[in-house]
């Protein structure tokens, strides 16, 4: 490979040849050369940086990375593309000498933040800038750079001037290369081959600092693209993990006045309608995550996970909430969860996106089923800060691409987590939308009996007060009778509303969950159509090839057993079409018995001992179709649980009436439930089955069913040990059974 | 029918090699696997990258936190000359594609098309015997004899390679394997050129 070696400066007209500059001269060009390849100038510069406000964000990464107290961004004449247009990063970093240049900046991946990870002291900041992308970051801005920069210590200046054009032609020309043409290879030029023309001057102060002037500007910039610029800067900095050295970035413009010298800060967050924080105890490895229980939104605690601990500040905005903030920051944008590094933003969140449209939702909170809808919230909701770190969590990598993290077991640990944590964080919004729900009920209630009273206390007085003010107390008791009559009504249209939007939700809900059947569906429909199509394919293909007949023998009855299987499919798409419509009375104890009779052969042929303990009868009014599916999924799901069980084989359910619930226990004593799936053991396709072929759609069956009659599903201690799972279902039900509404 | 000397590496957890379309395409290939889990298609994969393979790739593996794109991904790390044919049942569901395209991947499937499945197996196959290593693989099958094994060409290393060791070594993507192929197309280009005229 041929490495650019050390060359002296070109002097037309300038001051030129430090001591240090002159050590270094060599007869042989008349430039500094960039140490690297065709394929690392297009990487690095053109496909890595995917806009110019990521450009300008890796500038200023770099100026971060060089212990820079102050950066500013400044555009002159930007508006409209001149020769006068120029856009200038300017620092008081560390700064570099010559030999830092030659050796360092342009050489690519032998920097020093490759083999140091942190900053020189005193700040020792955990480096943020990728692998030498900055320098080539501002290629995306504009055409030819003239980097200025001084150390502290060094009593010269450094100028460096590259222009990208150079660049862009040879990798033109090297793309119509013919390697066949020995003439034309032998004179051949190299990236490495251009020379950056470069000069020094004395200073003898203490100043330091890197000043990169970029011109030849490539798009015009308006007010409007320098306001997304000042906010996505806005994020570089993790509002809640204060630096110990702080870092300020401000951005100054000569053609708008709201920019004319503004400090970039990432805005304390108000106005929030919930607040909070999960922590972690590095003491005792112990990582806080949220759990919603009894009405409360607590925080528990478990020993560290294999991502590391995570430091979790998470503000939630209702609408009135969000049109304050937005008011207040002027449009400034609630947009969701990002995870910085050691304070600083981490690439995948740092590239910038204009339309919100496109906008990558790299957690995936958005992907979630109804998010947004209902009592799920969604990004536009949520402004978060994930605050990692090198050190703690080291498996927590950018991908190379720079658009998401390297899909290790630790990452979507962490995906996880925070899905659990928003996950909690509804049934929390969802708990105080209830219990507000039933407050001004109740208020509205008591409003009525007051009025009661009011009237009963005005006809009293009328009875004894004087006849001449009767008249008077009549017309108040008239009043107070229509006002309470107004009460009532108002309370009735509220249960009525109330009563219809629970309605139509449950109607969404249920063609909502219909479209995740569907997607399950078609994907056991097709997997068995794809080994049907091959049966298919193969008779006619081998027919009538009589030795094979054993195997044509086999092929008949892989096409039958795939049927049979077709066959439930359409049994359950049939049974979920009928469900919801007929409500009708049965005894809960003789319906779970039927359901345990039924399942008889099953639990005969996998010797399976199963027990069923009810205290007494309960006549309940329902869908009998929603009582089945919970029970029958459950069975199943238990079933395939205890397979594989060395000894005895249980599955127990326990029904209790108390007060006004009815509970059951459901338990078996089979592999059990890791406690870090008990929350999403739920979900649609979260199986730990797949093996005795479950789907994932069963205990997303039973949590649906049990929450359209108003109850609870939760897995709890198990009761046989060593292993198991335990099932605790709360019904609530009325004196007219269930409560459906 | 001749059996193609194409081996077919099926990464689904759905097949079993009892599968009737293992069993068909044995008919025409000279060997049909299946793999159930990602790593362990990784691990074979690696541990066999100077054969003949064409690999059919499932996209989702319910037990597994890695889908096809981390085969896929992990496969590209060590070549680019192994065809992968993705199928999969969500055959609109594949937020990746794009990458699965950059990735160089052969075609992809629907689960339910065996029929297709077949045809792209038999294009990518007749791509394999049209590309360097197909061709030299037939070559040594044909022509060589010994010579397979004995030293034939001495690199610029120093190193002495048998036929056998630079068709593995082009098939391992090597730097030896890449310049042997780049010489190799260059000089066949030469030799055509000069009969031309």
Same mark, same amino acid.
């Given at each position: ?288 995550? %949220? @759990?919603? /229980? &009894?009405?409360?939104? !607590?925080?528990? +605690?478990?020993?560290?996970? #294999?991502?590391?601990?995570?430091? *979790? =500040? ?114 929390? %919004? @969802?708990? /105080? &939308?209830?219990?507000? !729900?039933?407050? +001004?009920?109740?208020?509205? #209630?008591?409003?009525?009996?007051? *009025? =009661? ?130 409500? #009708? ?157 | ?197």
């Amino acid at each position: 490979m041929a490495f650019g070696k050390i060359i002296s400066a070109d002097n037309r007209g300038r001051k030129k040849n430090s001591q240090e500059a002159n050590s270094s001269i060599s007869s042989e060009g008349q430039g500094l050369k960039f140490r690297f390849d065709v394929s690392t100038f297009r990487l690095l510069g053109r496909e890595l940086i995917t806009d110019r406000i990521t450009a300008l964000f890796e500038l200023v990464k770099n100026s971060y990375d060089a212990n820079a107290d102050n950066v500013s961004v400044e555009f002159y004449n930007v508006n409209k593309v001149s020769l006068n247009s120029k856009i200038i990063i300017r620092d008081d970093g560390l700064g570099m000498s010559y030999t830092d240049i030659k050796n360092k900046w342009m050489v690519i991946g032998t920097n020093s933040k490759r083999s140091s990870r942190l900053s020189p002291a005193p700040y020792f900041r955990k480096v943020v800038g990728q692998k030498g992308v900055g320098r080539f970051a501002v290629d995306k801005l504009g055409s030819t750079m003239t980097l200025t920069t001084k150390r502290a210590d060094s009593p010269q200046i450094t100028t460096l001037e590259t222009d990208w054009k150079e660049y862009e032609k040879l990798s033109k020309q090297l793309d119509l290369f013919d390697p066949s043409n020995e003439e034309l290879s032998a004179n051949r030029k190299f990236f490495t081959d251009i020379e950056n023309r470069y000069w020094v001057e004395k200073r003898n102060d203490d100043s330091h600092g890197t000043t990169i002037e970029i011109t030849s500007i490539r798009d015009p910039w308006t007010e409007l693209d320098i306001e997304r610029a000042y906010k996505e800067l806005a994020k570089l900095v993790s509002p809640i993990n204060k630096l110990n050295h702080p870092f300020s970035i401000r951005i100054k413009s000569n053609e708008y006045e709201n920019f004319k010298d503004l400090e970039v800060l990432s805005k304390a967050i108000n106005h929030a309608t919930e607040e909070i924080t999960v922590k972690f105890d590095s003491e005792n490895k112990l990582q806080e995550s %949220l @759990k919603y /229980e &009894k009405g409360e939104l !607590k925080l528990i +605690t478990t020993p560290y996970k #294999k991502m590391g601990p995570v430091y *979790l =500040k998470l503000y939630y905005f209702d609408k009135k909430a969000k049109d304050i903030y937005k008011k207040e920051y002027q449009g400034g944008n609630i947009d969701g969860l990002k995870i910085y590094r050691d304070g600083v933003i981490t690439t995948p969140f740092a590239e910038y996106e204009a339309q919100d449209i496109k906008k990558r939702d790299i957690l995936g909170i958005d992907k979630r089923r109804y998010s947004g809808f209902f009592d799920k919230v969604s990004s536009s909701d949520l402004l978060g800060f994930i605050e990692i770190s090198e050190t703690n969590n080291p498996s927590i990598i950018d991908s190379t691409n720079r658009q998401d993290f390297v899909d290790n077991e630790e990452y979507r640990e962490l995906k996880s987590f925070i899905i659990e944590q928003l996950d909690e964080l509804e049934k929390y %919004l @969802k708990g /105080e &939308k209830d219990r507000e !729900k039933r407050q +001004t009920e109740s208020n509205l #209630k008591d409003a009525r009996d007051k *009025l =009661k009273v009011f009237t009963s206390i005005v006809r009293d007085l009328r009875n004894t007060s004087p006849s001449d003010l009767h008249g008077q107390f009549d017309a108040l008791e008239q009043q107070s009778i229509q006002i309470k009559a107004y009460v009532e009504r108002g309370i009735k249209q509220y249960i009525d509303i109330d009563k219809k939007l629970t309605r139509q939700e449950n109607l969404f809900l249920s063609l909502m969950s219909l479209q995740d059947y569907a997607l399950e569906i078609a994907h056991v429909v097709r997997t068995s159509l794809g080994k049907i199509a091959g049966i298919a394919s193969y008779l006619y293909r081998r027919l009538p090839e009589t030795d094979l007949n054993e195997e044509f023998r086999g092929a008949a009855k892989q096409v039958y057993d795939e049927m049979q299987s077709l066959d439930s499919v359409v049994s359950f798409l049939l049974s979920y079409a009928k469900s919801n419509t007929d409500f #009708k009375e049965f005894d809960m104890k003789v319906l779970i018995e039927k359901a345990f009779d039924m399942h008889k052969h099953i639990f005969e042929k996998e010797n399976i001992k199963s027990i069923v303990e009810i205290n007494s009868s309960l006549l309940i009014t329902h869908n009998e179709k929603f009582v089945e599916d919970i029970i029958e999924n459950l069975i199943s799901n238990s079933v395939k649980a205890v397979k594989n069980n060395d000894g005895e084989k249980i599955i127990k359910c326990t029904g209790l009436v108390e007060e006004n619930q009815f509970i059951i226990y459901f338990s078996d004593n089979g592999y059990g439930i890791k406690e870090e799936d008990k929350n999403r053991i739920f979900n649609i396709y979260h199986t730990s089955t797949a093996e005795q072929g479950g789907a994932g759609i069963g205990l997303y069956v039973v949590k649906t069913r049990i929450e359209s009659m108003k109850g609870s599903v939760e897995v709890i201690e198990n009761e046989f040990k060593p292993t198991g799972a335990t099932f605790k279902i709360e019904l609530p039900f009325n004196k007219y059974g269930i409560k459906n509404e | 029918m001749n059996k193609s000397s194409s081996k077919i590496l099926i990464i689904d957890d759905s097949v079993t090699p009892e599968d009737y379309r293992v069993k068909d395409l044995k008919f025409d290939y000279e060997d049909v696997l299946v793999l159930n889990t990602p790593d362990s298609a990784v691990e074979f994969i690696y541990n066999n990258l100077d054969e003949r393979f064409i690999a059919v790739l499932d996209y989702s593996f319910a037990k597994d936190i890695h889908t096809g794109k981390y085969v896929l991904d992990m496969i590209r790390d060590k070549t680019q000359l192994l065809p992968v044919i993705l199928w999969t049942a969500y055959d609109d569901d594949v937020k990746e594609y794009p990458e699965f395209i950059n990735q160089g991947t052969f075609a992809v499937v629907a689960k339910a098309n065996y029929d297709l499945l077949r045809e792209k197996i038999k294009e990518a196959d007749e791509k394999l015997s049209n590309s360097v290593d197909g061709a030299l693989e037939e070559w040594i099958s044909h022509h060589s004899g010994s010579d397979r094994y004995n030293s034939f060409l001495v690199s610029s290393s120093g190193e002495k390679l048998s036929l056998d060791q630079i068709l593995s070594e082009i098939r391992m993507q090597t730097e030896t394997g890449r310049y042997f192929e780049k010489i190799l197309i260059k000089l066949t280009i030469d030799r055509l050129m000069r009969k031309e005229k």
